[in-house]
């Protein structure tokens, strides 16, 4: 699970968001040449996953996933899937800095495009306006739900199946609604290895990668799914 690949200092006030492009790059070319296949998570359920699969994640659709992420994974031949908000003109519902707005700028329908045309990306939702459903009616949860997917099919002409919880926010219904809405995996940012994908496909966990981790951190994290 990462956000952003940037300078730190472009990610306050919460720089560990941003791993910087050079560690990004020694990560995923670290993942390449000890043998690690990747998928998107959507891949995961087409079929048998094979050992050593990887789904690279990111959140929210920051634009340095285009800039700097995007040209690391063509490098390496990798795949990732971005998990994006819906409503990218207007402010957060939580998450951004103190008026509301991203902490970063995020990507546009043209740059949206982009990565679609790379083959490499795939794109997923993340809610409306990034509400921690898991505090939200719902009511509330399912508009973010319904609305956030409906504008990303229309922007994207497509399909969107995927959808990550903004802040890992979960609670026990929330399953059946994302299921409602129309995806078919889901992911949270309870750490750990979901090692049976059939039961996990609605809360998978997920390694989460910051910008405070050194490379054997990084190595750790993708042994044991956590810091020791």
Known sequence: M??????PARAEPVPHLAVTPAMFERQ?????????????VSELFTGPVRPK???ITFDDGYRDNLTNALPVLLRHQAKATVYLIGDRQGDLSEGGDTTGKP?????TDTEINKLLASNAIELGGHTLTHRN?????????????TAGKNVLEETLSQPVTAFAYPFG?????LPDLVAKTGYTSAVT????????????RLQLKRIRISGRDNFA????????????
């Open 133 to 145: 459903l898991a505090t939200a009616t719902e009511p509330v949860a399912l508009h973010e739900l």
């Open 28 to 40: 995923i070319a670290h993942l390449r040449q000890t043998g690690w296949h990747f998928a998107t």
């Open 189 to 200: 940012t309870r750490q750990g290895i979901s090692t049976d994908l059939a039961h996990d």
């Open 53 to 55: 699969t990887v789904a």
């Open 169 to 173: 926010g979960f609670s026990a219904g």
């Open 217 to 228: 951190t990084f190595r750790i994290r993708l042994r044991i799914g956590r810091r020791r």
């Open 103 to 107: 902490l970063a700028p995020l990507l």
């Open 2 to 7: 990462y956000h952003m690949i940037n300078d």
